[in-house]
């Protein structure tokens, strides 16, 4: 009966994979924290519309029938919610940092295009500071 051979990974290729998740892992939290702080369409919501919303919201309360009540009552609670989040801004930069580390390298390994970032969202800044040009 053949013996069977055990397959041992070179210290270089472990060291391989090893950066190849850290890319990945650099790559993945800047593009999630750039979805996440992406500005939403329309007109943007102040503290003071939200406020004046709030007042009228209270004032209709008293006259709603039930089922106008209930959806002031989630409008309240949607508009303190989005008021209490409009003071919390997310601090990309090491996140940032961590990618422009990184990009350069994970585009060539994965033949992502600068095109490609530029779609997703990925400034160009930070593509030329990553070391990603448009000929890459």
């Known amino acids: 009966m053949p013996t069977k051979k055990t397959r041992t990974m070179t210290t270089e290729h472990k060291a391989a994979i090893a950066a190849g998740r850290t890319e990945s892992r650099a790559v993945k939290n800047y593009l999630e924290a750039l979805e996440r702080n992406r500005p939403k369409r329309g007109r943007k919501r102040t503290p003071d519309s939200i406020n004046k919303r709030l ?24 508009l303190l919610a989005e008021l209490d989040r409009l003071g919390d801004q997310e601090d990309i930069s090491v996140a940032e940092a961590e990618f422009v580390e990184v990009a350069a390298a994970y585009s060539e390994r994965k033949g992502i295009s600068y095109s490609a970032w530029r779609e997703i969202g990925v400034s160009a800044a930070v593509l030329k500071a990553a070391g990603v040009s448009r000929s890459s």
């Open 55 to 78: 007042s009228t919201i209270d004032s209709q309360l008293a006259t709603a029938d039930v089922v106008k009540r209930l959806a002031l009552v989630q409008e309240r609670l949607d």
